[in-house]
């Protein structure tokens, strides 16, 4: 299809006003330009279904449909429930033109037939893929130099600490396995929880938490040819590192999820929480429901936003720095208009993109850092932003520039186990039947070691694996 042909179609009419001067009716023509009448349509599946993201979100569209003539179809879906939708969309032939989803479903949905890799790889090199997070686009490699989607936007997790207190302790910034473990125990010591993680053996949350220190250490999911690689002493001494952590530096319980993690570290109770950016609109006092109550915020609502520093990206002594990441795409269908789907992600990421973070800023951290002549407009325009639910205003007034610099740094360590090596199916499985928190829970209690959890994981999602390859 030639775009070119597709010019929005300007349709006038004629209106007779009547207008009442000195009691003389006069009569004058005006002319009224409707708006521009789409010569096309392409649908749009979103998961940020939220209302007030939906108006957002509708608001970038017409603007694209303004400037290019073509119509797009909003349809907002559940993340829960996308998966099942695609598969019966794709088997009635209705999908969708181009779709918002998490990495989670890339690999699968290409492997599917779902994804369009020729239409998303030309949309990255109409883009220039140097201005993408290496590691957003690496994650949907097909391996012979195209992408399954096109990044759009993610978070990253992290490891938020209390420079007030590091700075009283001397402590080093954690940026290690060693200052970690060294700030937890002098954190311990004047009287405060070490650190707040994930230790639920029935969360996500704790898969999360692991990961992030397994990839800091060196450990990843299967080999390039798809072999697990669990049982090795780079995830012994990760498994070794954060189990100890949590058991003597913790709050002492082995059931520990994100909901208390964050309460503890908003009681001014704790030195050190994983979690991910949703929590720095909160840390602001801009989420009347999460409102920090330390002793300190009694008298500065936003005071721990002020006090705290961040980590995303921390080594183990096996490995380099990484960060675990959630990112999201914007994919095109093998059922799609593919001309007008890859002009609409195309705007979507140049003219519309700071709208679209914008949508959730906190955490819709811009994959895409800038333009080929600005480098950094995105990453610039991200910092000033509004977050917030109740109030709404910048990160920028309430987080250091050097805060908001090592988080926009962080973006290219983004990593997950199994997606470079294109196992989301394997990853999501597991993700479903947690594994590896329950094993996690079980060296805390003392019902094995470290060695034992490995071997024992290695088995598990062997196991797992198998019953994913005979369709069990």
Known sequence: MVLAACQPQVVTKTVEVEKVVTQEVVVTKEVQ????????????????????????????????????GIGVELVLVDENAIDSLMAANQAAGTMPDVVFFPLDFAATWYAQGVLDADAATAAVQDLDPSTF?????????????????????????????????????????????????AAAQ?????????????????????????????LANGVQLTDAEGNVTLDTPQMVEALDFYTTLMRDYGPGDTATYWLQARASYFAGEAGMVVWSP??????????????????????????????????????????????????????????????????????????????????????????????PDEPNKFLEGWGNLEVGVDRRAPLSDFYSADVLSTIIEGANNFDRWGFAQGQGELV?????????????????????????GATELQAMVEEIQAGLSSGE
Request: charged share 20%; aromatic share 10%; net charge negative.
């Open 33 to 68: 330009v409707e708006k521009a009448v789409p010569t096309e349509t392409i649908v749009f599946w979103s998961t940020e279904n939220q209302p007030a993201r939906a108006e957002r979100t509708q608001k970038i569209i017409d603007r694209f449909t303004e400037q290019t």
């Open 133 to 181: 997070s290496e590691g957003a686009l690496s994650m949907v490699s097909t391996g012979d130099g195209k992408y399954m989607a096109v990044p759009s936007d993610g978070w990253g997790q992290l490891l938020i600490y209390r420079k007030d207190l590091f700075d009283q302790l001397g402590l080093e910034p954690p940026t290690d396995f060693d200052k970690i473990m």
């Open 186 to 214: 002098a954190l311990k010591d004047a009287g405060y929880i070490g650190i707040m993680a994930g230790t639920d053996p029935g969360q996500v949350f704790t898969q999360q938490c692991f990961e992030h220190f397994a």
């Open 278 to 371: 949703f929590i720095l609109d909160e840390m602001a006092g801009l989420r009347d429901s999460v409102l920090p109550n330390c002793p300190e915020c009694a008298d500065d609502i936003a005071y721990l936003a002020k006090n705290s520093g961040v980590v995303p990206a921390f080594s183990g002594p096996s490995g380099g720095p990484a960060q675990y990441g959630q990112v999201s795409y914007m994919g095109i269908t093998t059922g799609a208009n593919a001309e007008a789907a890859k002009q609409f992600v195309e705007f979507w990421l140049t003219d519309g993109y700071l709208d679209w973070v914008g949508v959730a800023a906190e955490g819709k951290f811009p994959m895409r850092r800038g333009t």
């Open 428 to 452: 999501g499985a597991i993700y479903s039947e947690l594994p590896v928190p329950q094993v996690i829970a079980d060296i805390i209690e003392g019902n094995m070691t470290a060695e034992e």
